[in-house]
């Protein structure tokens, strides 16, 4: 309310200030011609000064602001593979029976272009994601996500993820999985439905996983080839992945 008032007031005191300057004018020089031909001369261009600042210069920032805002938002997303995304792929991709039928689409190169990458992620559209429940610890995976779940509460929490709804769906996925597994005392003596039920819940968060990954690895070689090289090293589908180079 206080901004608006402020506003008002501002506004009103330049328009007294202008007529105060035109009476000024006319006092001075006793030229009332010149005072309405200019007068009109402004008034005039004010609609190509409405267009270049509303339609031109707002545009401008607004995408300066986006680019800015995809930036940080990216930034974020690193920071979830690095400390968790990563890891789950791995451990998913490993207990995924069919993961053969992809494994060499996915083992990125520097060389790629953006058409490979459109390839890849029309393949995914068609894969569907299965695990092998036997081939998870889940002890370990719990107890792996509950060391996390601070790291991605820090990471819901950023205002950025409001212009991402895949990956915000993605994290939905992950808290999902991880709170089902934090209600299950034992993880090792569960009956065969329930354990349907977390498979289903693993291949949600694993298929939300691998589109996020593919759009995050493709960014990275379009804008940070160093980023790029590293987390190509580390690729999670790559059985003899290594960050060191031979």
Not at 136 to 165: G, Q, R
Request: hydrophobic share 45%; aromatic share 10%; glycine share 2%.
């Amino acid at each position: 309310m206080l901004g608006k008032k402020w506003t008002i007031l501002v506004a009103a005191g330049l328009i007294m200030l202008s007529i105060i300057l035109y009476t000024l004018h006319f006092l001075i020089f006793q030229d009332p011609y010149h005072i309405w031909f200019y007068m009109l001369s402004d008034f005039a261009f004010i609609p190509i000064e409405v267009l270049v600042v509303t339609l031109i210069l707002d545009q401008l920032l607004e995408l300066r602001d986006r680019t800015m805002k995809l930036e940080k938002l990216n930034m974020v997303i690193g920071t979830f593979f690095s400390r968790v995304g990563t890891r789950l792929l791995a451990c998913f991709s490993d207990s995924d029976p069919h993961i053969q039928d992809v494994r060499k689409s996915l083992l990125l190169s520097e060389r790629w272009s953006d058409e490979e990458f459109a390839q890849v992620r029309s393949v995914l559209t068609r894969y569907i994601c299965e695990i092998n429940l036997e081939r998870i610890d889940l002890p370990a995976l719990k107890a792996f996500l509950v060391e996390k779940e601070d790291i991605m509460i820090h990471i819901l929490e950023n205002p950025t993820l409001l212009e991402h709804e895949q990956f915000t769906e993605l994290l939905r996925t992950v808290f999902h999985l991880s709170e089902e597994l934090k209600h299950r005392k034992d993880l090792t003596r569960l009956p065969e439905n329930d354990r349907k039920h977390l498979a289903g819940d693993i291949c949600r968060a694993y298929g939300h996983l691998i589109k996020q990954w593919l759009e995050y690895m493709q960014y990275l070689k379009k804008n940070y080839p160093y980023l790029f090289s590293l987390a190509m090293r580390r690729n999670p589908f790559d059985q003899a992945a290594s960050a060191i180079i031979p």
